[in-house]
């Protein structure tokens, strides 16, 4: 069955720290791959996706996420977090053969940027 | 360019009582989609929508929940008669078919 995996509940880390929130998925294919983010009493907002090209994407709020063919991960990461990205994340995947547009999401990760 | 509206925002109802959310999508977006966000969980597909035909509707229950949206453009998502499992935030998102998605803000149903 097609799925996405976001294995951790909870990131911390530090303001000025690098983040890293992680992803998996396991479609068959080479599937479209997004993060959103979800801010309290709010929908969620797009950050990035990846179609095809470089394996390195860059989105909104200084957010980037790298594509792991091999280890079918898409990782988000940002070099200095900031307290203002608190939030929750959700990484979702649209299988390659989806002309209906279907999407897949993780069941979310929260993080928790500290002071 | 304004973004996917829905209303109302909160909705207290009781079991077995009746509910309609509305969701108007970005104008030009033939993408509508209705996704159920239980807490702690990430957004599951009700249905989508192409234009005003139904394209998935596989975790819809048929039962209880109902979709429509008349001329292709806004939508409406009922549920008769409602169960306390169906407390959730009800998100509804458009797409311009580039891939990503719009979200609205949500419908935070709360059954007693």
């Known amino acids: 069955a097609q799925s996405v995996a976001q294995p951790e509940d909870q990131v911390n880390v530090a303001e000025g720290n690098p983040l890293t929130v992680k992803c998996t998925y396991s479609?068959?294919?080479?599937?479209?791959l997004f993060w959103y983010v979800q801010y309290p009493n709010r929908g969620l907002q797009f950050l990035l996706k990846?179609?095809?090209?470089?394996?390195l994407v860059k989105g909104s709020y200084g957010f980037e996420a790298e594509f792991n063919k091999s280890q079918t991960s898409f990782h988000l990461k940002k070099p200095s977090a900031l307290v203002s990205d608190s939030a929750l994340y959700f990484c979702a995947v649209r299988p390659p053969a989806s002309g209906t547009y279907k999407y897949i999401f993780g069941t979310g990760t929260r993080l928790k940027v500290l002071a | 360019e304004a973004g996917v509206a829905q209303s109302p925002r909160y909705k207290i109802i009781e079991k077995r009582q009746s509910v309609a959310f509305w969701c108007n999508p970005i104008?030009?977006?033939?993408?509508l989609y209705w996704y159920q966000q239980i807490l702690g969980q990430g957004p599951k597909l009700l249905i989508q929508?192409?234009?005003?035909?139904?394209?998935?509707d596989s975790q819809l229950p048929k039962d209880r929940f109902s979709a429509e949206r008349l001329k292709g453009v806004d939508s409406t998502l009922k549920i008769q008669p409602a169960k306390l499992e169906d407390s959730a935030v009800y998100l509804c998102a458009s797409s311009p078919q580039t891939n990503e998605q719009f979200f609205g803000p949500g419908t935070r149903l709360t059954v007693l």
């Open positions: 104008s030009g977006h033939a993408t």
């Open positions: 929508f192409q234009n005003n035909g139904v394209v998935d």
């Open positions: 990846y179609i095809t090209g470089d394996n």
């Open positions: 479609v068959s294919g080479n599937p479209y």
